[in-house]
């Protein structure tokens, strides 16, 4: 069904979920408490000229996705003649999104490895809710370019691309070109990790700089996970810290789930007059 204003999508439930008892003994740099998200906000259709667009915020970390359909399908599809179409995604940090100027990838001829993982990572998260033999002979071009980083750049970009993903497949379908909607379920990604002995939900980045041990986890709508990235930063973790953590991302990744379809039902009567609210993001 197509994430139209005219279909709503429903959203799964967390039955059976037990966390560990863990007391946090620690105050964390912003307060939150240890299974608090950072406050998750979407701005649709900040770029005109791709077919769908996001900008989107974990705290303060801000991430323009965007969604362009092409129509046409990679060399190499061709060459093998696999139906279907294909969808991939670029990423990178703009010069002035961290604390110290960050040099372009042209600037050293390639693109760094960190950037090369994350947008591969990206790919793969979307290309696992997508039926590409829907689409057909088209590709779709994911790009997440931050503005901001604050930790967790990552999973905003897969957050928001899939914001950006269903706001430009509801106007393929809308305009005709598409029989049935192609998204099988959303998909949302959250950070957890040991912060201060503590596990704790949707790092930022005094905590992520400073964390024993991060994980980033994908996960479906309906909470069947797609990627989760772990490990411990000079430190081992044990078998409880790791079911917490991902606990603790179950209910984070249920709660954005939540604002990603609110985005997108409402992201086809968003006005010219809502990019105000880029500067707004800032100000915040």
């Known amino acids: 069904m197509p994430c139209s204003g005219r279909a709503g999508l429903g959203l799964s439930g967390l039955a059976g979920s037990t966390m560990l008892d863990f007391t946090p003994p620690m105050t964390r740099p912003d307060g939150r408490q240890h299974d608090q998200l950072r406050p998750i906000s979407f701005v649709p259709n900040v770029a005109p000229h791709a ?6 915020a974990f705290g303060e970390t801000r991430v323009i996705c965007s969604a362009t359909i092409e129509e046409d399908v990679p060399r190499w599809m061709r060459a093998q003649r696999v139906d279907g179409g294909w969808l991939t995604a670029e990423y990178s940090m703009l010069p002035y999104s961290t604390l110290e100027r960050k040099p372009r990838d042209i600037s050293r001829g390639k693109i760094d490895g960190r950037s090369s993982e994350i947008q591969r990572l990206i790919g793969r998260a979307l290309r696992a809710v997508v039926d ?9 071009w994911i790009d997440c370019d931050v503005l901001q980083a604050d930790g967790g750049t990552r999973t905003a970009s897969v957050t ?36 201060q002995g503590t596990p704790v939900l949707d790092l930022n980045y005094p905590e992520d700089k400073d964390a024993t041990v991060d994980f980033n986890v994908v996960m479906t709508e309906t909470l ?19 079911t917490a953590m991902l606990e603790l991302s179950r209910k984070g990744v249920a709660e954005i789930i939540s604002l990603q379809k609110a985005a997108i039902l409402t992201a086809d009567r968003a006005a010219p007059a809502d990019l105000a609210s880029l500067a707004a993001a800032f100000r915040r």
């Open 160 to 195: 928001g691309g899939c914001v950006a993903m269903a706001i430009a497949f509801n106007k393929l379908f809308a305009a005709g070109k598409l029989k049935d909607f192609p998204i099988k379920k959303l998909v949302a990604a959250v950070s957890a990790g040991i912060y």
């Open 132 to 140: 590409l033999k829907i689409i057909g002979q088209r590709t779709v």
């Open 224 to 242: 069947d996970y797609v990627e989760v990235q772990g490990s411990g930063e000079e430190a081992v973790f044990s078998a409880a810290e790791m």
């Open 51 to 56: 077919t769908g667009s996001v900008l989107v």
